[in-house]
Nanobody, 115 residues
């Protein structure tokens, strides 16, 4: 099973992008879905996660601007990004974790925000 991410691109500051990530097959026990990002020269960091019960956690700098959502049946996760800033420029990775301890990563999609 693979995760396929899409939706990255080039956008001006203040603009919006919507990232989508879907599994190519069934992932049993999936209980956490999330997005991470890695900017040039920096470590990968958590952007947002969402549990099966809908509980969400966001990195402080994206609170109020980004919204994570999921479709449990489709094993997909989406990140709506509004009011984008140049500092949001990074490669964004989706992730699905299971209650069996498995971790699945998407291939990464580049988001570039110009000033």
């Amino acid at each position: 099973v693979q995760l396929q991410a899409s939706g990255g691109g080039l956008v001006q500051a203040g603009g919006s992008l919507r990232l989508s990530c879907a599994a190519t097959g069934k992932i049993s026990g999936a209980n956490v879905r999330g997005w991470y990002r890695q900017a040039p020269g920096k470590d990968r960091e958590l952007v947002a996660i969402i549990l099966n019960n809908g509980l969400t956690t966001y990195e402080d700098s994206v609170k109020g601007r980004f919204t994570i959502s999921r479709d449990i049946r489709k094993n997909s996760v989406t990140l709506q990004m509004n009011s984008l800033k140049p500092e949001d420029t990074a490669v964004y990775f989706c992730q699905i974790r299971t209650n069996y301890g498995s971790v699945y990563w998407g291939q990464g999609t580049l988001v570039t925000v110009s000033s």
